[in-house]
Nanobody
Framework: EVQLVESGGGLVQSGGSLRLSCAAS????????VTWFRQAPGKDREFVAG????????VFADPVKGRFTITRDNVKNTVYLHMNRLKSEDTAVYYC?????????????????WGQGTQVDVSS
C-alpha cells in the first residue's frame, strides 16, 4: 500500500521551531519530488515548500522563505520540513504530497499521493 505519513506537529510558541517528517511506505521516494502544503482554518490549502527528487533544488513560498528549509533522506525514505522562527500565521494542518515529476510544482492537481496531515499550532 502506498502511504505518506506526516509527523512532528504540535504546539509551539511564536519564535520557536519544529521539524515535520513525511515518511513514505510502499514505494521509494527517491524518484519523486515531494512538496509540503498547508491549510489554515477557513482558508484554502496553499503551497509551502518543495524539493526535487535529487534533493538539490528547493522552492519556497514567500511567507516562509528564510525561515523554513526542506531536506530529504532517501535512505530513510523521508522528507523533512524544518520550520524556524514560527509565527502565529503558520498555524495550519501541514500535508506532504508526491508527484510523478522529479521537480516540485505549486499546482496541487499534479500531486497524486497525500498524507493525512499534521497539525501545527503556534501561540503568540
Amino acid at each position: 500500500e502506498v502511504q505518506l505519513v506526516e509527523s512532528g506537529g504540535g504546539l509551539v510558541q511564536s519564535g520557536g521551531s519544529l521539524r515535520l517528517s513525511c515518511a513514505a511506505s510502499g514505494f521509494s521516494l527517491d524518484e519523486y519530488a515531494v512538496t509540503w502544503f498547508r491549510q489554515a482554518p477557513g482558508k484554502d490549502r496553499e503551497f509551502v515548500a518543495g524539493i526535487d527528487a535529487g534533493g538539490s533544488t528547493t522552492v519556497f513560498a514567500d511567507p516562509v522563505k528564510g525561515r523554513f528549509t526542506i531536506t530529504r533522506d532517501n535512505v530513510k525514505n523521508t522528507v523533512y520540513l524544518h520550520m524556524n522562527r514560527l509565527k502565529s500565521e503558520d498555524t495550519a494542518v501541514y500535508y506532504c504530497a508526491t508527484t510523478d515529476r522529479r521537480v516540485p510544482t505549486k499546482w496541487e492537481p499534479q500531486y497524486d499521493s497525500w498524507g493525512q496531515g499534521t497539525q501545527v499550532d503556534v501561540s503568540s
